[in-house]
DNA sequence: ATCATGTTTGAACGTTAGTACAATTAGTAC
DNA sequence: GTACTAATTGTACTAACGTTCAAACATGAT
């Protein structure tokens, strides 16, 4: 996480520090979104949670939204990334997909919750939705790494989302096994 | 609050127009709910859309989250029943279940919409979950009528919700015949 | 008519929100 | 050093928030 750019010919100071400032705040409404949800989103509270001043979060975010999308942005690059590295890896694919799935159910719950939050918003600012619509990309690129057709790929992608949603709902701990089973019934 | 605490049998008609205001209440907070999303959602603004006084609202309803739990309810009674009737009509199921997922990209979008980000607000919410989940359940409850495979179950309930989810965040027109090409792969 | 009870209102309380802005600090160039 | 610019702070304003409350109103029961 904390890589300095250094070793670059010149380098503005100013500008480094104020970047990774941005991204502190980031994280902070990561923080706040993933502890009192997406309403519970305010330059003070994220300031708060960043350790500066309210000036500081508005300075960087000027709306509430840009701060929004940020943080969207962010948390879909993080998950999208980690799907990326399933397709990468030689291992079965649906096996890691399945394991992601079920993170939504332990530790990563927050997480994921933080996400699906955000995503709820995104159905109504069309900004956002590019951004939410990736994950969803992401799975379909995983498909067609297994079928042709255009059904299975879209019922993969389905099921995963909806997988998602009985975990978070049921807030209980997920087996793999059994999530593995639903998604290879999709693609079949 | 009084509840049928009255043993005797006559009618207050006080009662009546009361339960006739919370229900216009609820459906000026779903009606927020569609326009500005939850986060919309005040005693000022449902208050306004009803065309009452803020005070109203909190008359009928104590808190905000009484409110939302009041809103959730109500909605997620509307889409039961819908599926009970397929449920119970004699046409093939999955076909009807098809259509009604479609509706979510057409006319019923912003209901749909509304349900949605009940739902999310229910997995923070553990009052609102029980209510998010039936749902689901009915769902379920479909799909026994077509198969005794649990994991058959799990994946259409999974699907019916991936498939909506797509359609809001396309924000296109939805073909019944796709959805039920899915949702079929899903049970068979 | 009188009473009791449910309904409705308007105003007010204290709190917190977004936002703006002048002032201050700190780093960079000259 | 001085000048310039980005980063940061403190403060203040307005608007809206949830909630409370006493009073007024409406209506069915007696």
Known sequence: ???????????????ARGERRRAEIIEATLAVVTRDGAAGVTHRTVAKQAGTT???????????????VAALTSVA???????RDIIDSPGDKLTGLAHLIAESGGPGRERALAERELATLAARR???????????EN???????????????????AASDGLCTAILLDNAPADPDHIQAVLRRAVR
């Open 1 to 15: 996480m904390g890589d300095t750019t250094d070793d670059s010919e010149h380098i503005d100071g100013r500008r």
């Open 54 to 68: 309210t000036s500081l979060s508005t300075y960087y975010f000027a709306t509430l939204d840009d701060l929004l």
């Open 77 to 83: 690059d993080a998950y999208t990334a980690r799907i």
């Open 126 to 136: 069309p900004a956002l939705r590019p951004v939410a619509r990736r994950w969803r």
């Open 139 to 157: 799975i379909a690129e995983l498909a067609t790494t297994l079928t042709d057709d255009p059904a299975a790929i879209a019922a993969l992608v």
